[in-house]
Each structure stands twice: as C-alpha cells, then as structure tokens.
C-alpha cells in the first residue's frame, strides 16, 4: 500500500497550499484519513481527518478555520487546503489512512492510523 503526500513548498506568511494524498489502498472510501505534521524538533501531532463517509472533520485547534480537509473516493484521494500560513505551520505533512474501516468515529491518535504517507515539507517564512 502506497500514500503519496505532494503540494508542499516554501510560502510566505498568509499563504496558501493544497497538500494532496493519492493512495493505492483499495479500501480507501471506507477508511477515514487524517493529516499529520512534525515541526523540526518536535513530535508528531494531529492536524485533521475526515471520515470515510465524508460527513465529519476534525481539526486542530490552532488550524480551525485556517485548515480545510476534504475527500475524493473516486480518486483515492485526499486533500488538505492550507490558508492564512503562520510560520508555526512549518513542518512535515504526512497524511495517514485509519487501520480499521468504517471506524465510527475519528480518531486524533496516530496508533489509530495503520498506513502513513511519505510527508511532504511546508515551509512558511515571515
């Protein structure tokens, strides 16, 4: 199973990205997925998901309003629309696909998550 995070880049304060994940897994639409992002130095922490049905996001409390993600079964993809950039957002993205299908709820916890992408390198200068 392959997850291939794109779209990173060096942006100015206030920018913005669209970070994509194409994936290979097959059972991709009833999964949830979520992104994830190390800033250098630090750990990995949460930073959305959204369910498999589509119907529910969870998202950082630092990127609410600032984050949007988003799915398309068809494609096997997902999406994490980045605007306003702070340079806190500086880090590595890596998007994530749940370790059961049709979970229930999202989950924050990366255990929860079975496969993991690549990341891909936001970089946000002041």
């Known amino acids: 199973v392959q997850l291939q995070a794109s779209g990173g880049g060096l942006v100015q304060t206030g920018g913005s990205l669209r970070l994509s994940c194409a994936t290979s897994l097959r059972t991709f639409s009833i999964r949830n997925m979520g992104w994830f992002r190390q800033a250098p130095g630090r750990e990995r922490v949460f930073v959305a998901a959204?369910?498999?049905?589509?119907?529910?996001?969870r998202y950082l409390d630092s990127v609410k309003g600032r984050f949007t993600i988003s799915r398309n079964n068809a494609e096997n993809t997902v999406y994490l629309q980045i605007d306003s950039l702070k340079p806190e957002d500086t880090a590595d993205y890596y998007c994530?696909?749940?370790?059961?299908?049709?979970?229930?709820?999202?989950?924050?916890?990366?255990?929860?998550?079975?496969?993991w992408g690549q990341g891909t390198l936001v970089t946000v200068s002041s």
């Open positions: 959204i369910s498999w049905s589509r119907d529910r996001t």
């Open positions: 994530a696909a749940d370790s059961i299908a049709m979970r229930d709820f999202i989950s924050t916890v990366q255990t929860s998550y079975e496969y």
